[in-house]
C-alpha cells in the first residue's frame, strides 16, 4: 500500500512542477519523505523547488540531504554549487525574476516552437540566477542572435545555424517570446515560441524540421501562380541581403554600430 501512495504522489509531484504549482509540489515531495526518508528524487525535487521559488537555504539543505543519500549524485553537486554563485555578493544585486506561470508555455507546435541549448554561455552568477518559466529576450546584431535578461544581461547566444535564420526573421519584424526550459551552469535551455511572422516572411517556416539544410535552399513552395514576383526564387539568403537597411528589433535593444562590427 505504501508503495502505491508513493507512486501516486510521485506523479502528483512531477505533474505539479511541470504547471509551476510550486506549493503542491512541495507538499506532495513532503508526503513521499515522511514515507520513504532515502527518497532520492523526493530530495532532489524539493531542492529544485525552493531554487525556483528563490528560497536558497531551504534548497540547500534538500541537496545536502540528497548527497547523504547518494555521496556521488552529480545533479546535487552541480546545484550546490550553483547555490553558492546564487548566494554570492555578486548575485545578490541582481533583481529577482518573476516567474511565469502560465501551464502551456513548452506546448510544443510543428514549425512555430522550438527547444535550443545555448552556446558561448554568459557569467555564472548570471546563469545561477535563471528559473525554469522566465521570460528572457532575443537581441539581434548584425551576424549573430543572442539572449539577453530583461535587464539586458548576456545569456548566452543562438546556435549558428538557427542564429543565421532568425536574423532574417527578426529583421523581416516577426515577434518571438523566449523561455528558460533548463538552467544550470553549464547549461541553458530556452524555449521559443513564435508570435507573429513579419509579411516578408509569411511563406517561411520559423523553425523547419532539417533546419541544419542550407538557407539557400530553403525555398518556399508555391501554390499556382508560378509568375507571381512575390518572392518566387527568391530564397532566405537574398531576402537577408534585402533586409540589411531594415534592422528594426521590436525589443528594448539596439543592435551594435557599424562601427562596432567593422572591426571584424
Not at 11 to 30: C, G
Not at 44 to 65: H, M, N, P, S, V
Not at 77 to 87: A, G, H, T
Amino acid at each position: 500500500m505504501e508503495n502505491e501512495n508513493i507512486e501516486q504522489l510521485e506523479n502528483q509531484a512531477v505533474d505539479a512542477a511541470i504547471n509551476f504549482n510550486w506549493k503542491l509540489a512541495i507538499d506532495a515531495n513532503k508526503r513521499i519523505i515522511k514515507l520513504d526518508k532515502k527518497n532520492l528524487a523526493a530530495q532532489l525535487r524539493l531542492g529544485f523547488t525552493y531554487i525556483q521559488l528563490q528560497k536558497f537555504d531551504e534548497a540547500k539543505k534538500f541537496y545536502r540531504k540528497a548527497l547523504k543519500i547518494q555521496p556521488n549524485s552529480n545533479v546535487a553537486k552541480i546545484n550546490l554549487e550553483r547555490l553558492k554563485v546564487l548566494q554570492s555578493k555578486t548575485s545578490k544585486k541582481s533583481k529577482k525574476t518573476q516567474i511565469y506561470l502560465d501551464p502551456n508555455i513548452f506546448l510544443e507546435i510543428s514549425g512555430k516552437t522550438k527547444s535550443v541549448s545555448l552556446v558561448n554561455l554568459g557569467q555564472k552568477n548570471i546563469l545561477a540566477a535563471l528559473t525554469v518559466g522566465q521570460e528572457i529576450f532575443l537581441k539581434f546584431k548584425k551576424r549573430k542572435v543572442e539572449v539577453r535578461t530583461r535587464e539586458n544581461e548576456y545569456v548566452g547566444g543562438l546556435p549558428d545555424d538557427l542564429s543565421r535564420r532568425l536574423l532574417v526573421f527578426l529583421k523581416a519584424k516577426s515577434k518571438y517570446r523566449v523561455f528558460v526550459k533548463e538552467a544550470s551552469l553549464s547549461r541553458v535551455t530556452v524555449f521559443i515560441h513564435e508570435e507573429k511572422k513579419g509579411k516578408k516572411v509569411q511563406q517561411y517556416l520559423s523553425f523547419p524540421q532539417n533546419i541544419q539544410s542550407k538557407i539557400a535552399e530553403m525555398q518556399a513552395e508555391k501554390e499556382g501562380d508560378e509568375d507571381s514576383e512575390e518572392e518566387t526564387g527568391v530564397d532566405l539568403e537574398k531576402l537577408a541581403e534585402s533586409l540589411t537597411s531594415e534592422e528594426k528589433e521590436y525589443l528594448p535593444y539596439k543592435p551594435e554600430s557599424d562601427e562596432e562590427e567593422s572591426e571584424e
